[in-house]
């Protein structure tokens, strides 16, 4: 599935484009060459941060305080339909949050995959920003300028992008701490609301 050009792409800091569960995702290692790249390849403002995309929870605390409960929060969910923002355990380069980071447990089983063999990378679409989004990652890389060997041969569902949400670090029986939900997604603000009431 992935070749050994493919790889070393991701290993020397390369921007690749991986699937999704809806959409195809421009993935490099979130170090300052590879944001470097990314940013300048999708001529994106600095300003606009990128979430990552990890394989499993041990992968998450590379970056992210995991708060107790968040592993039953996200079992009530398809995976990969939850992006969550979590306090980071470092601050990181502010393009992927510094402080606080926006991390998502891929549902594709290739992104699983990839996410397995290589580490976490980022998650931000395969398109020069404000351009049309394309479903095949083959096609997004050749929009991006990028060669077969930073692609894979896959085309993607299309559908809406996960839910992005704020989670607090507690939970409490009050229910004074309550996820923020920042942007709707493939999960309605109704359904995340009442899953959270499970927990308490």
């Given at each position: 599935?992935f070749?050994?050009?493919?790889?070393?792409?991701?290993?020397?800091?390369?921007p690749?484009?991986?699937?999704?569960s809806t959409l195809?995702?421009?993935?490099v290692?979130p170090?300052?060459?590879?944001?470097?790249?990314?940013f300048?390849?999708?001529?994106r403002?600095?300003l606009k941060?990128?979430s990552?995309?990890?394989?499993n929870t041990?992968?998450m605390k590379q970056?992210?305080?995991?708060?107790?409960?968040l592993g039953?929060?996200?079992d009530?969910?398809?995976t990969?339909?939850?992006t969550?923002i979590?306090?980071s355990?470092?601050?990181f380069?502010?393009?992927?949050?510094g402080e606080?980071?926006?991390?998502?447990?891929v549902?594709?089983?290739?992104?699983?995959?990839?996410?397995?063999k290589?580490g976490?990378l980022?998650a931000?679409s395969?398109?020069?920003s404000?351009?049309e989004?394309?479903?095949?990652c083959?096609?997004?890389?050749k929009?991006l300028g990028?060669s077969?060997n930073?692609?894979?041969?896959?085309?993607?569902?299309g559908?809406?992008?996960?839910t992005l949400?704020?989670?607090?670090?507690?939970?409490?029986?009050?229910?004074?701490?309550?996820?923020?939900i920042?942007r709707?997604g493939?999960?309605?603000?109704d359904?995340?609301?009442?899953k959270?009431?499970?927990?308490?």
């Open positions: 599935m070749s050994e050009e493919y790889i070393q792409q991701i290993q020397d800091c390369f690749v484009v991986y699937p999704t195809p995702a421009l993935g290692r170090q300052k060459i590879g944001l470097d790249r990314l300048k390849l999708k001529e403002d600095d941060v990128v990552i995309a990890v394989a041990e992968q970056f992210v305080q995991i708060p107790d409960y039953k929060f996200l009530l969910f398809p990969g339909s939850i969550c979590l306090k355990i470092n601050e380069d502010s393009r992927i949050g606080s980071i926006a991390i998502r447990i549902g594709h089983p290739i992104a699983r995959d990839l996410l397995l290589v976490p980022t931000t395969a398109n020069i404000g351009l989004t394309l479903y095949s083959d096609e997004a890389a929009a990028l077969k930073n692609s894979l041969d896959v085309t993607c569902k559908g809406k992008p996960s949400i704020r989670c607090p670090v507690f939970l409490s029986s009050s229910g004074v701490h309550k996820p923020e920042v709707e493939i999960v309605s603000n359904e995340v609301m009442s959270w009431k499970l927990l308490i």
